[in-house]
């Protein structure tokens, strides 16, 4: 599983440790939600402010 970062259009490197945290934190949240096969392939989320 990979997983980017980007800020303003800037990519943000992520260490081995952080892209697993983050990885699977997301995955665990967006699977526990109805509706999502298990055999999804890209989950993309976008947030602004």
Do not use: H
Request: charged content about 35%; cysteine-free; proline content about 2%.
């Amino acid at each position: 599983m990979s997983i980017k970062l980007k800020v303003d259009g800037k990519d943000i490197p992520l260490n081995e440790f952080v892209e697993k945290i983050m990885s699977g934190t997301i995955t665990g949240a967006v699977t526990s939600l109805r509706g999502i096969k298990e055999d999804w392939t890209k989950i993309e989320i976008e947030i602004q402010k």
